[in-house]
């Protein structure tokens, strides 16, 4: 029985199987359960998953363990968006909600996400008291569980009020309207009867594809990226569909597709939905993006006169930021986002509503509106790339990454930023940005032109400073 179990940015992820076990789980639930013992009563706490391999029997395991604990289970019977998880946190007002959920990792992984109670992800300072209670755990609570083969919990349906509150945030009378075809993807994970049924019940046409439950997830990770997204693009041919929409194994990531089949990326998506916020609901309250996210989202802020934080990578601290009513909207270029009002979480699914709503209300394709936008405040080209380095290199470059370079092959640097890595930001204001991952000897590398032609360059000059 291993107590090497960590809670990273989004809870604690692994390989059904080899470190995700049932004697593991048992030890991670223990440890929540002890947490939540030393918040205020009452103790309950949301049990949920997506529909990844035995999840139903994870939940079950959860739930018992829970109720061993002196903590009261609400079993979520159904797959569940993480989003919709947790709204019901807020809505019921539980201690917070456990969700079985490996996002976007491949079929083999599993995993466990901690919200608290007010629906955000588990803080630092909070899945620190978890790993410190699970370490000190022995096998005798999680055992003792077992025995409460006969116990019957309470259930809950989060689909409902999730539905609701999504059609008071979203138009979609202007949608149904326009006439505008859709298809949505769910890439047969927790999105699943959620976007599809909104819409049809709007009265929108939407078509799906892979909308059946499959846990190997057509055999690939359930990521709405674009090398996935075929399918999607060949049913909106074939139906003249306007836009494609798309969402993760546990639908708090989205994938957009423009009407033409182009792949319109994350970063993206998050500038046009701001600029779009503004113009519509004329929330001016400020925006978020983390470090690594375009900064065509400051020139936008800086052209509407609005506050922009830039926050490290994790929807934490973005999450904070909503709960406090500083921001319409906040998103990373790893397709995470929600606005005002809305859930501290990610939520795809509300993601390609807006975008559908964007696209019906202002009868262009995305392509059109976001040559619009550059055509206001100026171009922007990010990519993102992993650099795979062996354990040597990797310490080499950590030690890299502690001195301020005043160039990048040969190109002044104007500014360093350290909010979370290492940021260049060049004269032109294009910019490359360097994280460590944390669990490989991977170095992330973001970079940013202001033209096509020089993306290249910057590309190569990221690469450069990586490997020599």
């Known amino acids: 029985m291993s107590t090497a179990i960590r809670f990273g940015t989004s809870g604690w992820r692994a390989i059904v199987a080899d470190e995700f076990t049932v004697a593991n789980i048992r030890l991670a639930i223990a440890g929540i359960a002890a947490y939540v013992k030393t918040q205020p009563e009452p103790h309950r706490v949301l049990v949920g998953r997506d529909p990844r391999f035995l999840g139903e029997s994870f939940v079950d395991i959860a739930a018992r363990v829970l109720a061993a604990a002196g903590v009261t289970p609400i ?71 077992k025995a409460e083969t006969e116990e019957r919990f309470e259930t809950a349906d989060v689909k409902p009020a999730f539905l609701k509150r999504l059609a008071e945030l979203v138009d979609l009378k202007a949608i149904a309207k326009s006439g505008i075809k859709i298809v949505y993807d769910p890439f047969w994970g927790a999105g699943r009867g959620y976007s599809s049924e909104i819409l049809r019940e709007a009265g929108v046409k939407v078509e799906t594809v892979h909308d059946f439950r499959d846990v190997l997830f057509g055999g690939h990770a359930p990521e709405p990226d674009d090398h996935l997204l075929g399918d999607a693009k060949a049913r909106m041919k074939e139906i003249g569909a306007q836009i494609g929409i798309a969402t993760d194994g546990d639908a708090d990531r989205f994938g957009v597709v423009d009407e033409d089949g182009t792949f319109i990326q994350p970063n993206y998506i998050i500038a046009l939905l701001f600029d779009y916020l503004v113009q519509t ?63 501290p979480e990610k939520d795809g699914v509300l993601a390609g509503l807006l975008i559908a709503e964007m696209v019906a209300t202002r009868g262009k394709s995305l392509g059109v509106q976001l040559r619009e936008l550059f055509a206001k405040v100026g171009s922007y080209y990010p990519v993102r790339e992993n650099f795979h380095l062996t354990p040597e ?26 909010t979370d890595g290492l940021k260049l930001v060049l004269e032109d204001g294009s910019w490359v940005c360097y994280r460590l991952s944390g669990t490989e000897p991977v170095v992330r590398a973001y970079t940013e032109a202001r033209s096509e032609q020089d993306m290249v360059a910057l590309r190569a000059a990221a690469e450069k400073f990586v490997l020599s």
Do not use: C
């Not at 601290?317 to 270029?333: F, P, V």
């Not at 310490?395 to 930023?417: H, I, N, Q, W, Y």
């Open 281 to 343: 609901r004329g929330w001016k309250n400020g925006v978020a993006k983390s470090v690594a996210t375009t900064n065509l989202v400051n020139a936008l802020a800086e052209h509407h006169k609005v506050p922009l934080y830039e926050t490290p990578v994790g929807f934490k601290y973005i999450g904070e930021l909503i709960i406090a009513d500083k921001i319409a909207i906040g998103g990373e270029e790893s397709a995470g986002l929600t606005i005002r009002g809305h859930v």
């Open 75 to 145: 079993v979520i019977s159904e797959a569940a968006p993480t989003p919709a998880i947790a709204y019901a946190v807020r809505q019921m007002k539980t201690s917070g909600a456990i969700n079985f959920t490996a996002s976007h990792n491949p079929p083999e992984y599993n995993g466990i996400k901690f919200s608290t109670h007010d629906g955000a992800p588990a803080l630092p300072e909070v899945t620190k008291q978890i790993e410190a209670a699970i370490a000190q755990l022995t096998s005798a609570q999680p055992a003792a569980a």
């Open 393 to 418: 290199r990797k310490a080499a470059f950590t030690e890299k990454l502690k001195a301020d370079p005043t160039e990048l092959s040969g190109r002044k640097v104007a500014s360093v930023v350290r």
